[in-house]
């Protein structure tokens, strides 16, 4: 690569906490980072206020194809099921048909305070 090259200054950068991904992963950390921003940019169009929060409304299908290329929608999934699980984000489903599978999700920011003091052994109980 030419010193000159601009590869880093172009593309798509994905911002995560690197002792977070110690703690819960490195799929987990980046797609926890990513919706951090979403949730902060206030020019998004797939976020919404509900319930006094603000929330990130996407299919599987459009995390892949727009955000993360690089994750299969399986991985995709496994990855928020597995953020709920541990208690990082809450999720509700914003169109009640059994055919559409999009959810709104949002962060639990107790959850990212109390893990980065130690206390992420509480959120897997």
């Known amino acids: ?18 002792r977070l991904a110690k703690k ?4 987990n950390a980046i797609v926890f980072g990513n919706l951090v921003c979403q949730i902060n ?11 006094g929060k603000y929330w990130i ?3 599987y299908k459009n995390w892949h194809e ?7 929608e399986c991985t995709l999934k496994r990855t928020f ?3 709920e699980k541990i208690g990082a984000i809450e999720s509700f489903k914003p169109y009640k048909t059994d055919f559409n599978a999009t959810k709104a ?7 990212a305070d109390d893990i980065m003091k130690g206390g992420f052994k509480i959120w897997l109980n």
């Open 66 to 72: 727009e955000i993360f290329p690089f994750f299969s």
């Open 81 to 83: 099921l597995n953020l």
């Open 24 to 27: 819960i992963g490195l799929n």
């Open 105 to 111: 999700y949002t962060i639990k920011y107790e959850f």
């Open 41 to 51: 940019d206030s020019k998004s169009d797939a976020r919404i206020f509900k319930n």
């Open 1 to 18: 690569m030419d010193k000159n090259s601009n590869f880093f200054e172009t593309g798509t950068k994905y911002i995560f906490d690197a």
């Open 57 to 59: 409304v996407r299919s």
